[in-house]
């Protein structure tokens, strides 16, 4: 199992690396007057097999995306049972999936078409139905794993145990509990293979029993994409649709053109967190503006933003940074309180600055040039950073908290050091925006400095092996989001053909004329998404949606992609869901509760931004 585990390392360590030699050789050949035959197109189903394989990846590991709810649970056996169900609500959707994405294989060989005229296509699609079996197998063995929580580890040598101890229930469990879990997981194997066999009976149905039941185990803890794809897959059924239409959206998100920037961008953030890129970076900063009132919190919100940049999700900045950074705010005599909520609102301030991933796929999705939003997020992003900067000074005068006294000898002692991550905003925008490059040109050079600076110059990833943990890690997460946007597209295009569109069009033409009350429901809407979905489902469910209503009501694309980016990630703060609420809970090992007490105030502050940015479009258009 071991070597086998690593082979599929292995896999995805050169899957990644094709997607960043490819573009690479591309711009050299271009250089020289020729280009590279098919490029473009190889990487793109490099990115389709990531998207598959990655989130098989990361049902092995068990960190596909999910709303956590099921840390509510006691622990021991309630909790074990309901990942069984959960699972089994997953394994009964992958299924059910798997055999959509077959018929699309089928129609596909049928049709002999040629991607690029390189190799057939429903070779590349083979990936689709692999991928969604593996998962389905891979959750039912799963659980029989009790889910790890704060203070809590995994058994049977997963990989994941946790560091803070406890055993979150497991060792209480014996293997006949596991076994029953496992065979209450199977049960949704079955039930997805029969009603692939049958899905024509579901048109004789009413759906909302489905509904309610994927609903269930997405609340037990399922993960986020059979949530999305199987309300997709049973709404398409129902209305006398194939199975096939989910599959058919996410193989044409897939191998857009943009998309593989996402994992390359991703692969450097995670470059980054790797050795001690993140001590260095805080001492520049330090060095810099430690001699501020507050200013280990403004330096906190600064190297937090700039980290969430290249990591594309808070996830990964608060996960990295934040054991350094809350020592730090303690050692200089911050409240806990304070510092708590300080990291876990600042873990996705970067998401407005370029080149964030979110900036990149609303670009995609609403069709919109990604420069103009690389550029329309500047100031806003400015403005959010600089709120909690601000509010980071009054806690520090409050608190009398101590600081770094700036001295020119440390300030360039720390720039030295720091001078090639410092570089990396220079690497992303002289080739994007001059024009010489593409975005996924631009994200491969990025990667590849990344690389060079880890393993040639720092020497940080020291062997194979580091390199390989940290292509798994990426993989795994970037498989676990490109699923989710591969199978929100698919319900995305169900709205479309139900017609969701012109209804909300009709509904709020009835009942709203005023552009400033539109702003003001539009910024209650999609925080409430924001609560309840992942920025990047949310960005390919919601966005067609809105994009209509907002040209409706005369809102430039660009300020509205800036709003509705700026009101997901405030929807990372708000109980009793939001992402960073759980992440930092188990992070700093906190309950729950301390952490919503510690973020409301950030929560508030951060409102109060988003408001300026809603009514004070200057701040998006001026740069354009």
Known sequence: MKLLARLEDVAHGLMLLGMVGLPLAEIVARLAGTGVPGSQTIVQHLCLALAFLGAALAARDGTLLCLATGEFLPQGRPRLYAGAISAAVAAAVCLLLAHGAWEVVVVEREGGGLAGGLFPVWMAQLVMPVGLLLIALRLVWRAGVPRVGVGESVAEGTGLESAHGGDGGSAFLRPRERAGARAIALLGILAGAWLAVNSLLLEDWPVWPGLLLVGVGTLLGGPLFTAIGGCAVLLFLADGGPAAAVPAESYRLSVSAHLPAIPLFTLTGFLLAEGQAARRLLRVFRALLGWMPGGTAVVCAALCAFMTVFTGGSGVTILVLGGILLQALRSDGYRE?????????????GLLLPPALPLILFGIVAEVPIGDLFRGGILPGLLLVGLIALWGVREGLRQGASRSP???????????????ELALPFVVALPFLSGHATLVETSAVTALYALVLQTVIHREIKTGADFLRVVRECAALVGGVLMILAVALGLTSWMVDADIVR??????AEHIESKLVFL???NIFLLLVGCVMDIFSATVVVVPLIVPLGEAFGIDKVHLGIL?????ELGYLTPPVGLN????????????????RAALPMLLILGIGVLVITYVPWLTTALL
């Open 564 to 568: 509705f980016i700026a009101n997901l």
């Open 581 to 596: 609420l759980f992440l930092a809970s188990y992070r700093f090992e906190k309950p729950l509760l301390t952490i919503y």
């Open 337 to 349: 309180t304070f510092s708590l909520g300080l990291l876990t609102a600042s873990g996705s301030l």
């Open 520 to 522: 003001l429901c539009l």
């Open 503 to 508: 209804i909300l069009i009709d509904w709020v």
């Open 406 to 420: 700036f001295t020119l000898r440390e300030a360039r002692g720390a720039l030295w050091e720091a001078r090639f």
